[in-house]
Antibody, heavy 117, light 109 residues
């Protein structure tokens, strides 16, 4: 069974750094891209970017380029989403999701990030 | 890239059929047969319902179907059931990224 298991909820202050994780299991982690998707409370889904775990090639939505960083460690089948300086507007649920061809077929359970002073 | 355009809400009675539209451009919806649809219940992760315009993954009810004409894709749910009440999102492949619609809240009256 394909599973994406994300790290737990986080509460941070503005300006702090953060890295959340997404561990894949039940499939060959390097075969499928991992995407990150943001969902602000009460709002829709926003594609942030993706990584190819086989070579760590990334590309980002222009809306998120420069504000977040996506990485992966294929030795432990884990992808990461990282911020160096959080803002209150980063408060959201973040999902990792496996891309199969042109669609997402599996989602993590989500990581809630709350940024508040 | 701009989000795809979906109606904010649709509603229907049990047993009826509804259709949710998803309008993009020739650079996304119109340019590729790569439209997918996701269902999201409150507090849950999205679930794939349709991929590549009109294909159902294993385990998804035949009551869900998809189509596309030009720059607009559509999701039709027939024989509405109360458990279909959820948010629905379309998505389209672009050259190297994905773009989502704004989401449609389906209410089953």
């Amino acid at each position: 069974e394909v599973q994406l298991v994300q790290s737990g909820a986080e509460v941070k202050k503005p300006g702090e750094s953060l890295r959340i994780s997404c561990q894949g299991s039940g499939y060959s982690f390097t075969t499928y891209w991992i995407n990150w998707v943001r969902q602000v409370p009460g709002k829709g889904l926003e594609w942030m970017g993706r990584i190819d775990p086989s070579d760590s090639y990334t590309n980002y939505s222009p809306s998120f380029q420069g504000h977040v960083s996506i990485s992966a460690d294929k030795s432990i089948s884990t992808a990461y989403l990282q911020w160096s300086s959080l803002k209150a507007s980063d408060t959201a649920m973040y999902y990792c999701a496996r891309r199969f061809s042109s669609w997402i077929d599996s989602w993590g359970q989500g990581t809630l990030v709350t940024v508040s002073s | 890239q701009s989000a795809l355009t979906q109606p904010a809400s649709v509603s229907g009675s049990p047993g009826q059929s509804i259709t949710i539209s998803c309008t993009g451009t020739s650079s996304d919806v119109g340019g590729y047969n790569y439209v997918s649809w996701y269902q999201q219940h409150p507090g849950k992760a999205p679930k794939l319902m349709i991929y590549d315009v009109n294909n159902r993954p294993s385990g998804v009810s035949y009551r869900f179907s998809g189509s596309k004409s030009g720059n607009t894709a559509s999701l039709t749910i027939s024989g509405l059931q109360t458990e279909d009440e959820a948010d629905y999102y379309c998505s389209s492949y672009t050259t190297s990224s994905l773009v989502f619609g704004g989401g449609t809240k389906l209410t089953v009256l």
